[in-house]
């Protein structure tokens, strides 16, 4: 069963994901922030990454790039889901390798996360 | 012939048979001998042809029968014989007898008949008959005789030299001239004669004539004769000389006195002519010629009448008439009116006589130009009359004064100037000193002895008092004149009036002062006070200014008086005689027309018709009107009061240039009277705009062209941080306080401004002098078109910029704050659609669509409002790429056409390269389709149409629906603006257009719209074409 981290400060986005992917058979492990995401990966590694860019604490943005930057890290997929309309952009730069503008039709959440596990 | 007189001598001529032959063939000479007694011997034929004897008939008979018995008696023979005894031979020449006594001219010559022993016993003669060359020589001796009494008895001088220079002859005359007598100098050497003839300059010439063998003719005058001589040397032909001197003085005389005549005549300046009767000029002197205008000796052999302008038949007439006074008085004088040749016409005076010429009557014309004459005599004529004239028309008098007898002469005019008449004026300087105003006498005369002092020309300006009262101003002007001694006796001058003149310059003077009166004051009521008093007395001796009051009325508001003790008497006359508005003439009069009146001289009649009645009359009379003048004071064509003038007695007479001045005057004092009017008025809005300056409401600043500020008030010293100090240095420039980025909007602002003249606001932002930017609205106008001086009012608009941005701050939160619950949402729904899917419940799926849609909807208007938040906030991005317009207008259609009924209909060429936001782009063109559906609810299509042009592509989205008022194009593109009607029927934020627009000036491109209420919208925009994709 593959691992997927979800990080949203939203209460309702994270029980979307969880309920949607947990369906499809995926391990969803959610967490509110970033120092969040940090602690977790410390204790697993998760086989792909959902992150909000607009988070509390430590930005989505920064999390990528700790991410891309860690050689232990670099191997997991990131996909960057955010209500900002350049997200394609921002995902190009922080080097994230996929994302999900918001709001999202399930369907395409699963799509893009079938195409890396 | 044989035969010998003696036997023992041999006859010479029988002896000699040759020659005997040759005397026998000698018929012309007769040859005979004779022996020593003259007897004769032997005879030959000539001796018979001759002598008339035959050889038997005279042989032995002696020979002196052949001498006339005159010479016999003279016993010539016999000498004859003993002559050539005694030289050898005999020659004469005499008359011989022939046989039968007849004389005949013969030259003979005896010769001696020698023996062997040499003794003589005989004689030859031959002799030869000369009678025809004697007869020829009697005729030559008489022809010399003659020749010789001719050349004796002319005047004329004769000499003959031969070839050495001796007198061969001289005649009487010439003897007398050398003073010499014949026998003096006959045969003697000229230069003998007269030792130093080699020098004298005539004999030269003789000498040359002589040397050179030619004949040689000179006049000349002979010092020691006075006489004026003809030579002629005539080389002769044996190589003599003769010489022939003629007095020639009588001639010489005659030549002289020709040549003078000659001269005269053309040196003379007056033309001579000389025709004959028949009118042909045969001769005309250089001054003839000259006059008449044609080359030297041109005129002859033409006809005299075409020298004159006039006809054939009026020339016969003249010349009858000259004919007549010549047999009168022999000669003719007058005028003729002549023509050159050249056709200009002038006039000669002309002497004609006749003279008579070999046998025919020839006309003498001696002819004078006087047309110069003619012009100066015309020209005189016409200075004369011009004297007379100018003196006439200017009304001027002459006046010689004689200063040593104390004399003064007038003309006519001259009295009439002084107001007297002859008799009145004794002429003495002190009876004029009494006629010259006492006020201007002083200086006349300080004037008049400078000019005697001095003796210097002499010009005066004075007034003279009439007898009536009345003053005139008079000028003179005159020369003064000195004898010997240089002591002033008389003067000449002239004198004429200038009372108008003069009366014009105190009028001229009086205006620009009273102008001065008038401009010095806004308060009206002062300044015709002042000017009441200014007329007083220079132009009238009274002036009054009434006012028209409320109720129609009028009310004295300034008068003076000469004499200032009848102020209040004119006052109170005024309050007793109060003007009555019904009255035809006068005061009424002038206000009712706003014409002014004018009575040159106010006769006793018109003050009678005038007066109302005889307490008036008594009133008007006393009062000695002369003159007056009432004239209008209008303001914008109104009459708003009036001036009156009046001279009494003493005083000056109107006159039109009078008149002119007063109205003026009036004139002058309506504008000044606007002026003040308008002035208060100005002040009024001054006061206003002072109040709004001064109050600090709003900023206020004055711009000069350059856009310098120039003044501003405390409010924008405050809001900008600067002083006064600055904007008086003139140092502050509205570019130099306004951030970059606004220059352009300035400009363009500027530009409205210049272009339609009306003020125009604007949102900007100022420099404050801490270098914060303060954001501004700012309203502009122009105060002075031609100086392009603005005013500009600014308001301080910070605290609404503040609240504008937490605003879309605030939007911005909240739309992501709005999109996190909807993403949770659509996921929700997602969830249960999924849950329920299997139930094939129709009426779920429907439902689960519709929740979708309004999801959609939803998300789109929170887009919309996060992306006004970062248009405001400067923070909307664009991700520019390369990119197929085709795709976009494709993708476009395609999804608002899955949503709609409309027919989407496409026209055009789509495929065209652009460089810019895909995304955005697609935006801005579905906005467009979408608002084309939205508001065409009863339309079914939409017209989208794509069209090329040279540097961009322009695309339209066309519906047929509702329409949009003109008034609203411009706002549509405003943020949240929505035209107000179709809000209530139309639900949205009013954004979507404010995106696109700002979407597509970020693209460099523009978007409009065209509209029709009713019959629909097109909405445009245009895009530059990527520079590599142009074709």
């Known amino acids: ?100 503008p918001k709001p999202f039709d399930l369907e395409d959440l699963e799509n893009i996360i079938k195409k890396f596990i | 012939m044989d035969r010998t007189p003696t036997s023992k001598k041999p006859d010479f001529i029988s002896n000699t048979q040759f020659f005997k032959q040759v005397i026998e063939s000698l018929e012309d000479y007769a040859v005979f001998t004779t022996d020593h007694k003259g007897t004769v011997t032997s005879w030959n034929q000539g001796a018979e042809n001759i002598l008339g004897y035959t050889e038997k008939e005279i042989i032995g008979k002696s020979s002196f029968v052949f001498f006339t018995p005159g010479d016999r008696r003279n016993k010539i023979p016999q000498k004859e014989i ?105 045969g003697k050497s000229v230069f003998d004669v007269f030792p130093n003839i080699e020098k004298n300059e005539v004999f030269q010439l003789s000498y040359k004539a002589w040397k050179e063998k030619k004949h040689i003719k000179n006049e000349y005058f002979s010092q020691a004769m006075q006489r004026w001589l003809e030579a002629n040397f005539y080389p002769s032909a044996d190589g003599g000389l003769s010489a022939y001197y003629s007095d020639i003085s009588k001639r010489k005389d005659i030549e002289k006195n020709l040549q003078i005549q000659a001269q005269v005549l053309e040196s003379m300046t007056e033309g001579v002519s000389l025709s004959n009767s028949k009118g042909i000029i045969k001769y005309t002197n250089p001054a003839e010629d000259r006059i008449f205008g044609y080359n030297r000796g041109e005129l002859i052999g033409k006809h005299h009448f075409i020298q004159n302008i006039y006809s054939r038949r009026k020339n016969n007439l003249i010349m009858g008439e000259i004919d007549r006074q010549i047999e009168k008085k022999g000669y003719w004088t007058g005028e003729f009116e002549n023509v050159k040749k050249d056709g200009t016409i002038f006039t000669t005076f002309a002497r004609i006589s006749k003279v008579e010429i070999d046998g025919e009557m020839h006309w003498v014309c001696l002819q004078e130009d006087i047309t110069k004459r003619k012009q100066s005599e015309q020209k005189l004529r016409e200075s004369e009359e011009r004297l007379r004239l100018a003196l006439e028309a200017g009304n001027m008098g002459a006046w010689d004064w004689d200063i040593a007898n104390n004399k003064i002469s007038w003309t006519d005019k001259v009295y009439e100037l002084h107001g007297t008449k002859k008799g009145e004026f004794d002429g003495s300087i002190e009876e004029f000193n009494k006629l010259i105003h006492p006020d201007d006498s002083n200086k006349m005369f300080q004037l008049i002895n400078g000019a005697v002092e001095e003796v210097k020309p002499f010009k005066a300006e004075f007034r003279v008092r009439h007898r009536d009262g009345k003053v005139v101003w008079l000028f003179t002007e005159a020369l003064t004149l000195a004898d010997a001694k240089g002591k002033a006796v008389r003067m000449l001058g002239v004198t004429f009036e200038i009372t108008e003149r003069k009366n014009r310059e105190i009028n001229t003077r009086f205006l620009s002062k009273a102008s001065k009166v008038i401009y010095s004051s806004l308060d009206y009521q002062t300044t015709l006070n002042n000017l009441a008093s200014l007329a007083v007395p220079d132009i009238a001796d009274w002036c009054s200014v009434d006012m028209l009051d409320e109720n129609g009325g009028v009310e004295l508001v300034a008068v003076a008086h000469k004499d200032p003790e009848k102020v209040k008497w004119a006052i109170e006359l005024r309050k007793t005689n109060p003007v009555d508005m019904e009255d035809l003439t006068g005061l009424p009069n002038v206000i009712r027309t706003g014409q002014s009146e004018m009575y040159p001289l106010v006769t006793d009649e018109m003050i009678k018709l005038a007066a109302k009645n005889a307490k008036q009359l008594r009133l008007l009379l006393s009062i000695g009107f002369r003159s007056v003048m009432i004239v209008p004071i209008k303001s914008y064509d109104k009459v708003i009061g009036v001036i009156t003038f009046v001279t009494t007695q003493t005083g000056r007479q109107y006159t039109n240039s009078d008149l002119q001045m007063a109205e003026e005057l009036a004139s002058r004092i309506s504008l000044a009277i606007e002026n003040a009017k308008l002035y208060q008025q100005v002040e009024q809005e001054r006061t206003k705009f002072k109040i709004l300056y001064d109050s600090n409401i709003i900023g206020v600043m004055i711009i000069d062209k350059n856009n310098r500020i120039t003044q501003a008030n405390e409010n924008f010293l405050k809001l900008l941080g600067y002083t006064n100090e600055e904007i008086e240095s003139k140092s502050l420039h509205w570019n130099q306080i306004t951030p970059h980025e606004y220059l352009e909007i300035d400009e363009k602002a500027y530009r409205g401004l210049k272009k339609t003249g009306d003020a125009v606001t604007w949102e900007k932002e100022f420099i404050k002098s801490n270098e914060e930017n303060v954001p501004v609205i700012v309203g502009c106008a122009l105060i ?46 997602q969830i249960l659609e999924k849950a329920l899917r299997d139930t094939n419940n129709e009426k779920v799926k429907t439902l689960f669509n519709k929740t979708n849609i309004y999801i959609n909807k939803l998300d789109e208007l929170i887009i919309d409002l996060l992306d006004v938040s970062k248009i405001q906030a400067g923070k909307l991005q664009f991700d520019m790429m390369d990119f197929n317009l085709k795709q976009l207008i494709d993708d476009g259609i395609g999804y608002i056409q899955a949503g709609t009924s409309h027919k989407i209909i496409l026209e055009g060429d789509s495929n065209i390269n652009i460089f810019g936001d895909k995304h955005r782009l697609e935006q801005v063109f579905v906005n467009l389709l979408s608002n084309a559906v939205k508001y065409s609810p009863d339309a079914d299509k939409i017209k989208v149409k794509i ?85």
């Open chain 1, 1 to 100: 069963m593959k691992n997927i981290l979800v990080c949203d400060d939203d209460e309702g986005i994270l029980d979307v994901v969880k309920m949607a992917l947990s369906d499809e058979g995926y391990n969803i492990l959610t967490v509110r922030n970033g120092k969040e995401v940090l602690k977790s990966i410390e204790t697993q590694t998760p086989d792909l990454v959902l992150l909000d860019l607009w988070i509390p604490g430590l930005t989505g943005e920064k999390i990528v790039k700790t991410f891309k930057t860690d050689q232990k890290l670099k191997h997991i997929p990131v996909i960057i889901f955010s209500a900002n309309r350049n997200i394609e952009k921002i995902a190009k730069e922080v080097q994230a390798d996929g994302f999900l």
């Open chain 2, 82 to 186: 003993q002559n050539a005894l005694n030289t050898g031979s005999s020659r004469d020449e005499r008359y011989h007898l022939r046989k039968d006594k007849s004389r005949f001219w013969a030259s003979g010559k005896l010769f001696l008949l020698k023996d062997e022993d040499g003794k003589v016993y005989g004689f030859t003669k031959i002799m030869r008959d000369l009678t025809a060359s004697k007869e020829m020589e009697n005729k030559v001796n008489k022809a010399y005789e003659d020749t010789n009494n001719i050349l004796e008895s002319i005047s004329d001088a004769f000499v003959s030299f031969d070839r050495e220079w001796k007198y061969r002859y001289i005649n009487k005359k010439a003897a007398e001239i050398i003073k010499k007598t014949k026998e003096e100098v006959l």
């Open chain 2, 784 to 829: 002075n078109k031609r100086t392009q001086e603005k005013v500009a009012f600014v308001l301080d608009i910070t605290e609404q910029k503040k609240l504008e941005e937490r605003k879309d701050e605030f939007i911005g939160i909240a739309s992501h704050e709005l999109k996190t619950p909807l993403t949770s949402i659509k996921g929700y729904v």
């Open chain 2, 947 to 1031: 069209t090329r042009f040279k540097d961009n592509v322009e695309i339209s989205v066309q519906d047929f629906g509702i329409g949009i008022s003109k008034k609203h194009y411009d706002k549509l593109f405003q943020r949240f603006y929505r035209v107000e009607k179709s809000a209530k029927n139309f639900s949205g934020l009013g954004i979507g257009l404010y995106i696109s627009s700002k979407i597509i000036s970020r693209h460099g491109g523009r978007i409009w719209v065209e509209s029709e209420l009713g019959k629909g919208s097109t909405f445009y925009f245009n895009l530059p074409i990527k520079k590599t994709d142009k074709k």
